[in-house]
């Protein structure tokens, strides 16, 4: 009854009109910003804060939580439209938002993950509502060696995400993997694969430059190759009855929802897991488990549901230990930690007494700009679909324009436009000779935090593998760990029994 209590204090704190409007300007800024690629979350919390420092710390996260959810919800705009994700997090949204789009069922992708993000972010409102303290205490349980068990059992999911041929996928998953490598050395900072001493490599092949490329240059590409005959593939309807009749279809993918949502929120409270892998995971278990697994990767309103709802709710996940370890979750509650500091706060278990109005008022806001992002990107939706209607002749310059920008955003060094171009060029290739492009983005992008979190196990346990495996010393380490082996197993073995049968 406390925490009811509690919850009540803070909607009423959120619904003041100064917050309302905070949230709702926030929400708005969030969704623009998340559906322009380039920019996402991190840039845009971090692009806004010095507006905070004008209005009480309550509402500066009030509007800072704001522009995190509208992010969360505006990246998969792009994503189903353009097929150029703007966050790492909207990369597996790609997968069945844009066939979708093909199709002329744009609507009804854009809508699925607008509904599937708010049911994702109320699940983990909840959860973090009501447990916050035991979570985080659990959470303050993974070292580098859960951290890499997680992240090794991610990497079981892209059996999921590579379509027929494992060889392939193993071929993508390891240039994604090499690929993260490029720049310097994380321990002795030494830089390597510095190709022909071009000076651009020396920052890393950023993530959005890889992805940009082999999605919307790639598909530009592969696109202008069917002429004029292209444009009918963006045709797109719009109508209240095909909104109503796609929320009636989500009926059918509960079990998804709840799944990807819990998913989600535990994998994003998780220190810097954060939503990426979790929508990955999501989108890999819902293909695996659902009775409609061919038609994943083709343009299903499942594999839209199952990353929406995990990347939502990984972003409340993320909150968690900020507020209550003082730990990010993602980058974007790392800018957002930073500002507490700013503010004079100082996060961990004291800050939900000592600053009760903050932390509850913050907790109700979340509820709020929740409902808010939902209605925001559902009335957006006429807007984009009206975009895509646009003759192929004026609407293909627009989207390398717009990959250009996103390419050139994150590092502000021309030399990721021309590498953008380039990888442009490899997703044309990989989409003629079929080679899946998930497992390469998703390769780079959990590249990094695998290489540091291998190598910091080692450093403690002086060099033995051991200790991810050791359920005396690293219990959840030991479990995840195996479960990854499973995860490996099973699709190889499953592949050299169907080919036996075949002989037969």
Not at 125 to 139: D, H, M, Q, S, Y
Not at 212 to 241: H, P, W
Not at 412 to 419: A, K, P, S
Not at 424 to 450: E, Q, S
Request: with cysteine; hydrophobic share 55%; charged share 10%.
């Amino acid at each position: 009854m406390e925490i009811l209590g509690n919850l009540f204090y803070g909607l009423g704190i959120a619904l003041s009109p100064e917050n309302l409007l905070m949230a709702l300007i926030g929400v708005v800024l969030g969704v623009a910003i998340g559906a322009m690629p380039g920019l996402g979350s991190v840039n845009g919390v971090a692009i806004l804060l010095p507006i905070t420092y004008a209005v009480p710390p309550t509402s500066a996260i009030i509007f800072l939580a704001a522009i995190y959810y509208g992010a969360m919800y505006g990246g998969a705009i792009s994503s189903i439209t353009l097929n150029i994700p703007g966050a790492s997090t909207a990369v597996a949204t790609t997968f069945d938002g844009y066939p979708l789009a093909q199709k002329g069922q744009a609507a009804d992708a854009l809508v699925t993950a607008a509904v599937a993000s708010f049911i994702g972010g109320t699940i983990s409102i909840v959860l973090f509502t009501f447990f916050a303290p035991p979570l985080a205490e659990f959470a303050l349980r993974f070292g580098p060696p859960e951290e890499f068990a997680v992240v090794f059992l991610a990497y079981g999911t892209f059996a999921g995400l590579g379509g027929e041929s494992p060889i392939k996928t193993l071929i993508a998953t390891m240039m994604g993997l090499l690929m993260s490598t490029v720049g310097t050395d994380i321990v002795s900072g030494s830089p390597r694969l510095i190709f022909a001493d071009i000076t651009g490599f020396y920052h890393g092949i950023n993530f959005l430059v890889l992805a940009i490329g082999l999605y919307g240059v790639g598909e530009i590409f592969y696109t202008l190759e069917g002429g004029m005959q292209a444009r009918e593939r963006y045709q797109a309807k719009m109508g209240i009855r095909e909104i109503a009749a796609t929320i009636r279809d989500l009926r059918r993918y509960t079990t998804t929802l709840l799944r990807g949502s819990l998913l989600g929120f535990f994998v994003g409270m998780l220190p810097a897991a954060g939503a990426t892998p979790a929508s990955f995971m999501s989108y890999s278990i819902a293909k695996r488990f659902s009775k409609e697994s061919v038609q994943f990767g083709k343009g299903t309103i499942e594999g839209v549901a199952a990353p929406e709802c995990a990347n939502n709710a990984a972003s409340t996940g993320a909150m968690l230990p900020m507020l209550t370890l003082g730990i990010p979750g993602s980058p974007t509650t790392a800018v957002m930690l930073g500002a507490l500091y700013v503010w004079g706060l100082v996060p961990g278990p004291r800050l939900f007494i000592e600053n009760a109005d903050f932390v509850w008022g913050l907790t109700g806001s979340l509820y709020i700009a929740n409902a808010l992002a939902v209605l925001v990107a559902l009335f957006a939706i006429p807007f984009f679909i009206w975009m895509l209607r646009m003759p192929m002749t004026i609407l293909a310059p627009v989207i390398l324009v717009v990959c250009a920008v996103g390419g050139f955003s994150p590092t502000q060094d021309m030399f990721d436009v021309y590498l953008m171009f380039f990888f442009g060029a490899i997703g044309y290739f990989f989409r003629k000779l079929d080679y899946p492009l998930a497992p390469m983005v998703l390769a780079l992008v959990l590249g990094g935090l695998t290489e540091r979190t291998f190598r910091q196990s080692l450093i403690i346990s002086h060099g033995s593998i051991g200790i991810f495996f050791d359920f005396s010393g690293h219990p959840i380490a030991a479990t995840l760990m195996w479960l990854s082996v499973a995860t490996f197993a099973v699709p190889v073995i499953s592949y050299f029994l169907g080919k036996r049968r075949l002989k037969f």
